[in-house]
């Protein structure tokens, strides 16, 4: 029983391009939602988060959008950069420990 | 400001014998957790410690262990290796606030690659 879904495995973008990555959630108790990055051989890395009383969080490059109604967040990286080129794992929270989906992996090409 | 170290970084074991990792949290954090880490898979969590007391645990056996020490670093104890245990094993930490850690977000080590054969 997946409650973080990431539906597309692999994504690729041009450099410069818009990169849109997509994560479904199933359990309505998920409050607090986030992003982490992760290269090969390294521990995944904080990105950006977002609160269920919010709709939209922006930290420069990357942006994360969520819907609730829909029980679906995104995250837009512009322009993506080659060194963005990594696995994005999405991850949610309630009362409980954060749950990850099982990843997207980034490439970005110059 | 040192982040999260885990040690071994690699380690091979046998089915059947028994391991430990270990984790030092980002300094200023106090809760560690504990997730493993299946080639495809998305990190699935394992079990939370605060104050020397795990917090919560996911859906795996009781052949994985745990503790925490007062300075906050943690061990990841496995008995009766299966060859399933096979993964990278990841250690977080963050602050417990109000209760709770859950809307801290992690900072994760570089794990520990497990390999049992």
């Known amino acids: 029983d997946q409650q973080v879904k990431q539906n597309s495995p692999s994504l690729s973008v041009q450099e410069g391009r818009i990169s849109i990555l997509n994560c479904d959630y199933t359990?309505?108790?998920?409050?607090?939602f986030l992003w982490y990055k992760k290269y090969p051989a390294e521990g995944p890395t904080f990105l950006i988060s977002?609160?269920?009383?919010?709709d939209k969080n922006e930290d420069g490059r990357f942006t994360v959008f969520l819907n609730k109604s829909a029980k679906h967040l995104s995250l837009h990286i512009v322009p993506s950069q080659p060194g963005d080129s990594a696995v994005y794992f999405c991850?949610?929270?309630?009362?409980?420990?954060?749950?990850f989906g099982k990843g997207t992996t980034l490439s970005v090409s110059s | 400001d040192a982040g999260v170290t885990q040690s071994p970084t690699h380690l091979i074991k046998t089915r059947g014998q028994q391991v430990t990792l270990r984790c030092s949290p980002k300094?200023?954090?106090?809760?560690v957790s504990w997730y493993q880490q299946a080639l495809g898979q998305g990190p699935q969590f394992i079990f939370q410690?605060?104050?020397?007391?795990?917090?919560q645990r996911g859906n795996f056996p009781d052949r994985f262990s745990g503790h925490q020490f007062p300075n906050y670093s943690s061990e990841l104890n496995v008995n009766a290796l299966l060859l399933g245990d096979s993964a990278l094993y990841l250690c977080?930490?963050?602050?417990?606030?109000?209760?709770?850690?859950?809307?801290?977000?992690?900072?994760f080590g570089n794990g520990t690659r497990l390999t049992v054969t």
């Open positions: 977080a930490s963050s602050l417990w606030f109000r209760g709770s850690s859950y809307n801290s977000p992690l900072h």
């Open positions: 359990n309505s108790m998920f409050d607090y």
């Open positions: 977002i609160s269920s009383i919010k």
């Open positions: 991850a949610a929270s309630g009362e409980s420990a954060l749950i």
């Open positions: 300094s200023g954090h106090d809760t």
């Open positions: 410690y605060y104050e020397e007391e795990e917090r």
